[in-house]
């Protein structure tokens, strides 16, 4: 560390030695000379700390960007937390968090990018799907960002491939768009007699396009109907359940989507009213009373994300990290919504399940 220097070692206060006063000076001249030197030493020692203070290193900021709310999002937050501190960095000690919350609505996030990249933040976390990701990108060049995106990154330009993503980004890929297809012939399997199944997606998101043409190709593979019904606000969810209800399908499929996770304290009693199987993205809504969830661990890639993130502020570059794919994919089963809508889950089916919420 830098030694400090004492202001009194410098030239701004007189040097009195003991028993020495300027020749011809007088007594009361005298008291007012050591009034004045007490004063400034007084006021030293208070400005001292603070010159040593406004000399230590700056605390590194990062910036967290997502579609979403912080409400729904409270449980992916520790996790991302948790991933910084297994590098080292804990939020308050020795790193600062900038939040910004788009709360469902994709058009705010350039505003909320340009302002992260106008502070200057050291590293960007642009979560809660890819949109965050591609806002960032379209606002700066130069700060390092980490990504979560459901669909290839490479097709959506956000890196140049997955083992060297080049330039300042890097990221995690959940492979929302390929599981959607899965998760159809899991409910399939759930309800093998259905033929009319409804699909609810967000047509705002980036990968939408993707998702519709996995579940179609799905659908048409088992010679089964779908339909699909978009929606990516509350009001829009509200008409789009309106709409289903009507459809009358047999079973529904909740596409992978952060907006649509998000809303889950919203559609999961819409599917209770219709009394529909349903299977989702996570297990969130399987934990709040959904009936059946099929994917990635979200926790586990927020962890990742943070994880990232840490290491980007040691000094790693984004170019040299690889894109990170999930390796385990969690089915999830909840009993009591199955006992609640009368339908009984096929052995085989329940002997996969990762968990069963009895």
Known sequence: MRSQTCPLEHD??????????????????IGIARREFISVLGGAAAIWPLATRAQQPAMPVIGFLTSGSAGPMAYLVPAFRAGLGETGFTEGRNVAIEYRWADNQYDRLPALASDLVSRKVAVIAAVGGPASGLAVKATNTSIPFVFVSGTDPVKLGLVASFNRPGGNATGVNILSTAIDAKRFGLLHELVPAATKFACLVNPNSPETDAQISNVQEAARAIGSEVRF??????????????????????????????????????????????????????????????????????????????????????????????????????????????????????????????????
């Open 229 to 358: 019904f978009k929606a990516s606000a509350e009001r829009e969810i509200d008409e789009a359940f309106t709409a289903i209800a009507q459809f009358k399908p047999d079973a529904l499929l909740v596409s992978g989507d952060p907006i649509l996770n998000f809303q889950r304290a919203q559609i999961i009693p819409l599917v209770a009213r219709n009394a529909l199987p349903a299977i989702y993205e996570g297990r969130a809504f399987a934990e709040a009373g959904g009936l059946m969830s099929y994917g990635p661990s979200l926790t586990e890639i927020y962890r990742q994300v943070g994880t990232y993130v840490g290491l980007i502020l040691k000094g790693k570059k984004p170019a040299d990290l690889p894109i990170v794919q999930p390796t385990v994919l969690e089915l999830i089963i909840n009993l009591k919504t199955a006992k609640m809508l009368g339908i009984e889950i096929p052995p085989a089916l329940l002997a996969r399940a990762d968990d069963v919420i009895e």
């Open 12 to 29: 701004t206060v007189p040097v009195l030695r003991r028993g020495m006063i300027p020749y011809g000076t007088d007594q009361m001249a």
